[in-house]
């Protein structure tokens, strides 16, 4: 309780943009004494405390139900995919990419931009096209900027803190946060890297990867070679008709 004691002192001294870094932690320290049900109850008051609500496993996984067609009756194919969140190594986008999964957020969003032997690219749940989507919670970032949440105009601004330095690579088969080039502008868009690749490395250190596909990744590949227009978007569109999240 030492430890929980001090988080605490910590985070009261800390803005409220700046308490996502100690919830990180305090995260990460409390799978250390995973099972502890007391240490559990302490964790949850402290994220009550500061009005954070983050999922405290290890991991979790979503599935995505595909379907690559003008409507599901009519599709031409249909596909399933399994990603395993790293809730310890990228906590707040697992736990971001996790609530927009329950929230019924990426339920008929389409895959809007597809790039042979690199990536398909989804999740702008407001706009579809690449412009649009925000953080599905409040973490302390609005507009890409460290603030407290009473300043922030609209929940469309919320976004999620890198976490990019992670450790996880842009390898085969893994998930990806779709960001600008400035820090911390990410918030529901996101990108699966085919299993035909080997690693992106210069996304290293800029966009976090944060989860890894466990079944289905072959058919991440097929989908990165459909036929695409000039501005990358698939010609038939690609849609996840639903998101399905579990422990």
Aim: hydrophobic share 35%; net charge negative.
């Amino acid at each position: 309780m030492h430890i929980l004691g001090t988080t605490r002192s910590i985070m009261s001294g800390l803005e409220n943009g700046k308490r996502m870094f100690a919830v990180g932690l305090l995260t990460v320290l409390m799978m250390s004494a995973a099972g502890c049900t007391e240490l559990m109850d302490e964790v949850n008051s402290v994220l009550e405390e500061y009005d954070f609500d983050i999922y405290l496993g290890a991991t979790s996984n979503v599935t995505l139900e595909i379907y690559h067609g003008e409507s599901l009756t009519t599709a031409t194919a249909n596909y399933t995919i399994t990603i395993e969140l790293d809730h310890i190594l990228a906590p707040l986008h697992a736990d971001n990419f996790r609530s927009h999964a329950l929230d019924g957020n990426y339920d008929n969003v389409t895959f809007h931009r597809i790039i042979d032997d690199f990536m398909i690219q989804g999740g702008d749940f407001t706009n579809g096209d690449g412009t649009g989507g925000h953080a599905a919670k409040w973490y302390g970032i609005c507009d890409g900027d460290i603030m407290n949440k009473s300043d922030c105009p609209s929940q469309v601004y919320y976004n999620v803190p890198d976490e990019a330095n992670n450790g996880l690579e842009h390898t085969s088969c893994t998930i990806s946060m779709a960001k600008t080039s400035m820090p911390n502008t990410g918030g529901s868009q996101f990108f699966l890297m085919p299993d035909d690749i080997t690693q992106h490395t210069w996304l290293d250190g800029k966009h976090t990867v944060f989860g890894t596909i466990t079944s289905g990744c072959e058919h991440v590949t097929t989908l990165s070679e459909v036929a695409v227009d000039d501005y990358d978007r698939p010609i038939l569109p690609v849609v996840i008709h639903s998101a399905t999240a579990s422990d």
